[in-house]
């Protein structure tokens, strides 16, 4: 089940109802079998990153790339903008760990911290190309 957290901060019921996760029923029959894979994909595991970040040092997972794509192209749409804004805290969530998020938020958040929107938004696409990734497409 996928729910944006948009969609669970919002207090907007349009929104909550467009959260709903929808059931599909899928019926398999003795008719309906899938012949073997003729390609196979698995996934990589997860690499830990480490990061100077604007003065301070970081361990970090990186997030879903599909993620990072959905914030810079919403970041690009002023009507996208409050939905890319809540992506984004979950992007320094997943990255980070909710722990250190909290610390990341923080210097977000200090005007006397030169950390800002833009350096996590470069570092998204660094670590977007380091996977072998382009951001902007």
Known sequence: MVTSTAARRSGNPA??????????????TADHKL????I??????????????????????PPKASLAVA?????RNPDEAEEAFA???DWIDLAFGVKIAVKIRERLDDPKDDLDLDHIMKLMNALME????????
């Open 15 to 28: 929104k909550k109802a467009a959260a709903t996760p929808r059931k599909v029923a899928v019926k398999k």
């Open 87 to 89: 992506k984004l805290q």
């Open 35 to 38: 012949p073997a894979a003729d």
């Open 40 to 61: 196979t994909i698995n996934p990589e595991p997860k690499k830990k990153v480490s990061i100077d970040l604007i003065g301070e040092r970081y361990l970090i997972t």
């Open 71 to 75: 914030i810079t192209q919403g970041a």
């Open 130 to 137: 380091l996977g072998g990734e382009n951001p902007t497409t």
